[in-house]
């Protein structure tokens, strides 16, 4: 299947101070790369997402940016605020049916 | 709209004790998953189903059996459980197409 990395595992940052994660993938024809947050407790659930026809997509203070050549993306969050504080998970994929996830990341924003 | 239903939130067994984690949708999707979380680890994903009456192993099959009778349901049972399997069961859906995926609120097992 998908070979999925995530770096960093962890990333501690201040508050108002960007943060960035990067995922890497194996299968050239993953065409759909999203990523998903996890709250202590809760479900994961989708907080951006991004097609391989498209570059960069922002959405307020996060934004997903694609380079398909390298296999490689990226999730930045601008103006971290304590509430951004969880695990992050992407989880590019190549069609319907497997979906792998990565190892995650988890980001800690501190006041 | 409930989205994804799984029952129970809850379960302690003991070693060698079977049940079935049961999860339902009412999105109309035809891609259902089954997941496990250890704690402070990632997602690892056990069976998934591409549509009813269809199902395939994922990375962590081995203790596991799934079924996919209709279109809403997919069932994942236990049948003999071990303290390994202690774990967060998550179950999530996603359109055909592929496309952005949608989680039950998942299953604390603890087996003892």
Not at chain 1, 50 to 61: A, F, L
Not at chain 1, 65 to 77: D, E, G, M, Q
Not at chain 2, 56 to 64: A, L, M, R, S
Not at chain 2, 75 to 94: D, G, I, K, M, N
Request: with cysteine.
């Amino acid at each position: 299947g998908e070979n999925v990395e995530q770096h960093p595992s962890t990333l501690s940052v201040q508050e108002g101070d960007s943060a960035v994660i990067k995922c890497t993938y194996s299968d050239s024809a993953s065409n759909y790369f999203p990523w998903y947050k996890q709250e202590l407790g809760k479900r994961p659930q989708l907080i951006i997402d991004i097609r391989s026809n498209v570059g960069e997509k922002k959405d307020q203070r996060i934004a997903v940016t694609l380079n398909k050549t390298a296999k490689h993306f990226s999730l930045h969050i601008t103006e971290t605020q304590p509430e951004d504080s969880a695990v992050y998970f992407c989880a590019p994929t190549p069609g319907a049916n497997n979906l792998f996830f990565g190892t995650g990341t988890r980001l800690t924003v501190i006041p | 709209n409930a989205g994804v239903t799984q029952t129970p939130k809850f379960q302690v067994l003991k070693t060698g004790q079977s049940m079935t984690l049961q999860c339902a949708q009412d999105m109309n999707h035809n891609s259902m998953y089954w997941y496990r979380q250890d704690p402070g680890m990632g997602l690892r994903l056990i069976y998934y189903s591409a549509s009813e009456g269809t199902t395939d192993k994922g990375e962590v099959p081995n203790g596991y059996n799934v079924s996919r009778l209709n279109k809403r349901e997919f069932s994942l049972r236990l049948e003999s459980a071990a303290p390994s399997q202690t774990s967060v069961y998550f179950c999530a859906v996603r359109p055909g197409t592929g496309g952005r995926a949608f989680f039950g609120q998942g299953t604390r097992l603890t087996v003892v």
